[in-house]
C-alpha cells in the first residue's frame, strides 16, 4: 500500500482504525491493537515481537496478553481478531463469529468466497490455543497454513465483507 493503513480514512469519515475500534468496542470486554497504535493513546497497543514476519505473531501477543488480564470477577477466554483493512467488516459479521465460538468454545473463523476461504484475521482464538499457535511459530510463520490444520467452526460470512484495501487501486474502487 505504500502507507500505515490504519490511517486511511473510511467512508463514514473516521480512520480504518478508529472504525474497527468502534467496531469492536460493543462486542469485546478489552479492545488492543496489535503492532504500533501512537494515535490510539486510549487503547492498549501490543508491540510486535518479531516485526514484519506476519499475523501469526500479533495473534500469539493478543492470545498471551489476553491470559494475563483477569480479576476476581473477570478473566478473557478467547481473542476476537479483526484486520485493520477490511472496512466492511460489520458488527453483525462478529456477532455470528462471537455466536460461533459460544456455542463451541473453539478456534472460530470466517469463511467466505465460492471457495469457502478460512479468513484467519476473522476470528476468535480460545487462549487455551496459545501454546499450540506458539509452537507452530516458531518453525512456520503463516497463521494460514496453522489455521488450516485445526479444527475450527468456520462462520460464512459475505466476501465483499472480508475485502482487504491493499493496494491503491482498492481505495479507487471503494470510492466508485
Not at 465460538?101 to 467466505?112: G, R
Not at 512456520?140 to 468456520?154: C, G, K, P
Request: charged fraction near 25%.
Amino acid at each position: 500500500m505504500g502507507r500505515d493503513k490504519s490511517t486511511i480514512r473510511h467512508a463514514d469519515g473516521r480512520t480504518f482504525i478508529e472504525h474497527a475500534i468502534a467496531r469492536l468496542q460493543p462486542l469485546c470486554n478489552e479492545v488492543c491493537i496489535a503492532g504500533k497504535a501512537e494515535s490510539q493513546p486510549d487503547v492498549p497497543a501490543l508491540p510486535d515481537p518479531t516485526p514484519h514476519q506476519g499475523p501469526i505473531f500479533g495473534v500469539l501477543q493478543a492470545i498471551e496478553y489476553a491470559a494475563t488480564r483477569f480479576t476476581a470477577t473477570e478473566k478473557h477466554d478467547a481473542c476476537l481478531i479483526t484486520p485493520v483493512d477490511m472496512p466492511y467488516l460489520t458488527a453483525e459479521d462478529l456477532k455470528k463469529i462471537i455466536s460461533a465460538w459460544q456455542l463451541h468454545d473453539c478456534l472460530s473463523c470466517a469463511i467466505c468466497g465460492p471457495e469457502k476461504k478460512r479468513q484467519p484475521l476473522v476470528a476468535i482464538y480460545p487462549v487455551k490455543l496459545g501454546p499450540a499457535v506458539a509452537s507452530h511459530a516458531k518453525s512456520d510463520s503463516s497463521l494460514m497454513r496453522w489455521t488450516e490444520v485445526q479444527r475450527a467452526i468456520e462462520v460464512p460470512l459475505a466476501e465483499s465483507h472480508c475485502r482487504n484495501i491493499n493496494r491503491p487501486i482498492d481505495l479507487k474502487q471503494r470510492d466508485s
